[in-house]
Nanobody
């Protein structure tokens, strides 16, 4: 089993930046892909970004060019650098990790973008 702990959320003005971090522990050798989902108020959870163990990335169209996902395999940590944040980026951001036929999610961290 993999445990994930997110940090770095908060309140930021539109156009600002935040960096989220997520540290994995437990059965980490099984992890291949890590990433982030988010859930805005009243909406379904959606994929934000994914990164494979070899560094291949995938982004939602809505964040391309503004968000960057990265990982430090030595630290078992995945990051999400969010620039030019917009009001619609507000939501709870969940870290996730997939591998060995299973997936794990963190508890989530709140990101609030104000005008």
């Amino acid at each position: 089993q993999v445990q994930l702990v997110e940090s770095g959320g908060g309140l930021v003005q539109a156009g600002g930046s935040l960096r989220l971090s997520c540290a994995a522990s437990g059965i980490i050798f099984s992890i291949n892909t890590m990433g982030w989902d988010r859930q805005a108020p009243g909406k379904q959870r959606e994929l934000v970004a994914r990164i494979t163990v070899r560094g291949g990335t995938h982004y939602a169209d809505s964040v391309k060019g503004r968000f960057t996902v990265s990982r430090d395999n030595a630290k078992n940590t995945v990051y999400l650098q969010m620039n030019n944040l917009q009001l619609e980026d507000t939501g709870v951001y969940y870290c996730n990790a997939f591998g060995g036929g299973s997936g794990s999610w963190g508890q989530g961290t709140q990101v609030t973008v104000s005008s």
